[in-house]
C-alpha cells in the first residue's frame, strides 16, 4: 500500500518558521531570566524570614491560593489553557518555597493506595523531602514532633472508621491546623468518590476570596442537631456535618464544615457559642482553606466554584 505523500514547507515557508522558532527561543531565554530574578527576590524573603524566626514555615496557603487564581483568569479567553497556567505555577510556587527554607513532607500513603503521595507531589513539587506513613496519627505525630513540616491527610468521611480528626482534639492548643486542600485546581468535574486531602501544619490559616472552615464542636449529648443548625443560622452561618464522633457518655463531637474563613475572633461563632451557653462544652478551630475550583480544558471562561469543598461534585 503506498503512503500518502508527505507535504513539504515553500523555502519561504521554511524561512519563515525558522524565524518563529528563533521569536520563541528569545522569548524562552526572556522567561529564564525572569524566573532566575524572581528566585532571587524569593532568596531575599526567605532571609528576612528566617532572620525574625528560623522556625517558621515558608508557606503562605492564602497567598498561594489567591496568586493561581489570579493567573489563571489572566489567560481566560487567551490560546493558552487556564488550567496549564495553573499547574505551571504550582510548580513555580513548590520551587519557590524550596529556595526560602526545607520544606519537609509526611504523607499518609497506606499500602497499595499512594494516591495522596501523587496528589502531594503534583501540589507541592516531586523535588521536595517527602515521607510515606502507612497510619493517619503517624503523619500527625511528624508534624507535631517537627519531623515534618507538612502532613497530607485523607478528606474526611462520614464513616466512623476514619475518624482521625479525634487524634488533633488531643493535642490541645499546640495542634496543626489544616490550611488547604489537596489538589486546589481540578482540571475537570471530579467525581464524588474522586480522592482529595487535606494539608495540615503549625501554619495559620490565611482568608481568602472564597474559604471553608472547620471547626468541632463538644456539646452536651442531649443537645439536638436540629437545635445547633438552628443557632447556626441565626447567626448568619452556613453550616455543613462532616461526622459526629463520641468520645465519651456525656457529650459528643460534632466535626462541621462552615462556609467562609471563621476563627474564634469571628462575629458569627461568637453569636453562635453565646446563644447555645453551657450546652458547648468546647469548640476547636482546626482550621480554614481555600475552596478548590474546576478549569475545563474545552470551555476555558467556565468556573465552577463549590462550598463543601470536601466532595466535590
Known amino acids: ?103 519537609k513532607i509526611s504523607v499518609f500513603a497506606p499500602e497499595k493506595d499512594e494516591s495522596l503521595y501523587w496528589m502531594a507531589r503534583e501540589y507541592f513539587g516531586g523535588f521536595l523531602n517527602i515521607t510515606k506513613q502507612p497510619q493517619v496519627r503517624r503523619v500527625i505525630g511528624d508534624v507535631m514532633d517537627g519531623k515534618a513540616a507538612v502532613g497530607i491527610v485523607p478528606n474526611f468521611t462520614h464513616t466512623a472508621d476514619d475518624q482521625w480528626w479525634t487524634t488533633l482534639l488531643q493535642r490541645g492548643q499546640d495542634m496543626p491546623s489544616i490550611f488547604a486542600h489537596v489538589p486546589f485546581v481540578y482540571y475537570e468535574t471530579p467525581g464524588r468518590l474522586s480522592p482529595s486531602a487535606l494539608a495540615i501544619g503549625n501554619i495559620t490559616p490565611e482568608a481568602t476570596e472564597d474559604d471553608v472552615s472547620i471547626i468541632v464542636l463538644d456539646m452536651d449529648y442531649n443537645v439536638s442537631q436540629h437545635r445547633m443548625q ?13 461526622s459526629i464522633a463520641n468520645l465519651s457518655t456525656q457529650s459528643r463531637h460534632h466535626l462541621i464544615e462552615l462556609k467562609g474563613f471563621v476563627d474564634k475572633n469571628h462575629a458569627g461563632i461568637k453569636s453562635f457559642l453565646s446563644s447555645m451557653g453551657n450546652a458547648v462544652m468546647n469548640c476547636y478551630f482546626l482550621g480554614s482553606y481555600a475552596v478548590p475550583y474546576t478549569l475545563t480544558f474545552g470551555e476555558q471562561k467556565e468556573k465552577q466554584t463549590v462550598f463543601h469543598a470536601t466532595k466535590p461534585a
Open 230 to 242: 438552628t443557632a447556626f443560622t441565626q447567626a448568619n452561618l452556613q453550616a455543613q456535618w462532616l
Open 1 to 103: 500500500m503506498n503512503q500518502p505523500t508527505r507535504k513539504s514547507l515553500s523555502p519561504e515557508q521554511q524561512a519563515k518558521l525558522l524565524e518563529f522558532r528563533a521569536q520563541i527561543d528569545a522569548l524562552d531565554d526572556k522567561i529564564i531570566d525572569l524566573l532566575i530574578e524572581r528566585i532571587g527576590i524569593v532568596s531575599q524573603v526567605g532571609t528576612m524570614k528566617r532572620g525574625v524566626d528560623a522556625s517558621q514555615c515558608p508557606l503562605r496557603p492564602g497567598r498561594e491560593a489567591d496568586m493561581v487564581r489570579r493567573i489563571s483568569k489572566k489567560f481566560e479567553g487567551t490560546q493558552f489553557s487556564p488550567a496549564a497556567a495553573a499547574a505551571i505555577w504550582r510548580i513555580l510556587i513548590g520551587a519557590s518555597t524550596a529556595v526560602e527554607g526545607p520544606l
